[in-house]
Each structure stands twice: as C-alpha cells, then as structure tokens.
C-alpha cells in the first residue's frame, strides 16, 4: 500500500501546484500584505487584525497607501465607508495611477465631501496617454457613510467600468478606431488618499473644511486584486483566457445596461461629454454609447 499512497499524494501535491500557478493573484489576507503606507503611516491604522484600515485626516495631515505591484488589465475593488457627517472640502480617493509624468494613465474614484444632509458625490476620471478631463460625477444613491460598500474598477482591452455595488455608472469604451487613446500599455498601481482639497471639491470650493469637526475618518476592507502582475509572466496581460477578458466583460449585459443608464438618468449631476463650455464640438468617445 505504500507505493500506491506515495503515488496518490504525489499527484495531489502535483495537482495543488498546477492549481496554484493559475492563480493570477488573490484577496489578501491582511492590508500589508499587498499594500504598503506612501504618506503619513501615524494616520492609517490597521484593524481587525490587519484585514481593514482606518484612514485619518486632521489639521496636521492627510494619509495615503498604495498597491506594492502594479497590474496589467484586471479588477480592483474595496469595501469603503466614507466620512460621515459634515465631510465639506474633503475628498477620499481610490484611484489606479501608471506613477508616470508625461504620459500617464489613471482611472479615478474620487469621493467629494459635503455639508450634512446633502448627498455625496463621487467624481471619476480616465487619463489615457496623459490625456484627462473626463470628469463625470454622479450623487450616490445611499449614505456611504453609514455602511461599507464595494466600489471596483474593471479593466480590460474592451473597456473601463466603474462599479459601486455591481451597479456601473461609469463606463469608458476602448475608442482607439476613433482615435482616442485607451489605457492598454502601461501597469497601473492601485493607490488611495485621504486628503483636504476645500479649494474644488465641494461646490467648486465654495465650502470650506470645517476644522472643529476633526478628525475625519475613512474605513477599508475587503481589499480584492486580481490582474496581471508587473514584473510577471509577460503572456499574461494578452492572455484572452482571463477572466475579464471573456465576452461578459467586453460590454455591459442588459442587466447592467439598464443599471447604468438608471444612473445616468437619476443620478448624473455632471458629465464633461454636454459641457459646451470646455467642449464646444462634442468628443468622440461621447457619442460612442455604451
């Protein structure tokens, strides 16, 4: 019995490495696992053992942390609740960035703080080859402050969605035959902040942070990577056997489409693509539709 037991096992262990290498990343255990503070570590402090974080803005500083590696084509997502109450002149942020100059490409979450009672707005934005200003803010349609919920970026050779909850209101399609850049050559790293910005972030800075209701607090959890690693395996951000690359993921089903346009309609209060005032022709990935 003992050849046919060290042969079963063998092919066990062999079985549990072939699974193990097709694993293009996985949900952390802990925050430090994959992430690492980038500004102010006495302003993050890790709880539940490390599985969630609380973000910290007072008078002294803002904090920020980021991805340890950057990503190829993937999702992101994490479960944040905001800053409750009056957040005015605060801005939250969850964004991926290529931490280049010239031509950098970002995909940006950025959660706009405002006096109490008045809803929360979140702003994203894509730079594609360093070029951006393509700002859309939508009010969300819940107390992000009251409970966590997931906001995630997915990101493939087809398009950019933007989720909260599953419900995409942001959807940026691959419009290079028009001649628009994409997002597709560079790694991005996944980065979020904490910080003051009273001078554009509420009513186009017309409200101020109101100091005496610090500190002001930001919660994380639920940290979720899966992408192509870089430095890594160089066939896999081609690969069209990754999940975010298979035909669901390449437009929206009718599910979504009818939650996005659902957005859209209700909850839209700016899209750059109608500004006639800083886009008097309008651009062509606008008229592309969903």
């Known amino acids: 019995m003992a050849p046919l037991f060290t042969m079963v096992f063998n092919k066990s262990v062999l079985f549990l490495v072939l699974i193990s290498s097709l694993v293009i990343d996985a949900r952390p255990a802990t925050f430090l696992q994959d992430f690492r503070i980038t500004w102010s570590d006495s302003h993050i402090r890790q709880l539940d053992g490390g599985r969630a974080i609380q973000l910290v803005l007072d008078q002294n500083s803002g904090c920020g942390f980021a991805s340890k590696s950057q990503y190829l084509f993937g999702r992101v997502s994490m479960k944040i609740k905001l800053i409750p109450g009056d957040s005015a002149g605060t801005v939250t942020a969850f964004y991926m960035n290529s931490d280049t100059d010239q031509v950098r490409d970002e995909l940006d979450f950025e959660f706009l703080g405002n006096r109490s009672g008045q809803p929360y707005s979140v702003q994203t934005n894509v730079y594609a080859h360093g070029k951006g200003d393509r700002e859309q803010r939508v009010n969300l349609w819940f107390d992000p402050a009251a409970d966590y919920h997931t906001y995630s970026i997915m990101w493939n050779h087809h398009l950019v969605t933007f989720s909260v909850d599953d419900v995409p209101i942001r ?100 899209d750059y693509c109608t500004d006639k005032s800083r886009y008097p022709v309008t651009p062509p990935e606008c008229v592309a539709g969903i």
């Open 171 to 270: 959807v940026y399609k691959n419009n290079e035959a028009r001649g628009v850049p994409f997002p597709k050559f560079q790694p991005m790293g996944v980065y979020s902040t904490l910080w003051e910005a009273d001078d554009w972030a509420t009513r186009g800075g017309l409200e101020k942070i109101d100091w005496s209701k610090a500190p002001f607090y930001a919660y994380y959890k639920d940290f979720d990577i899966e992408g192509c690693p870089v430095p890594g395996p160089a066939s896999c951000a081609s690969n069209p056997s990754n999940w975010w690359e298979g035909p669901n993921y390449q437009q929206l089903d009718p599910v979504a489409a009818r939650r996005y346009r659902w957005v859209r309609m209700n909850h839209m209060v700016y």
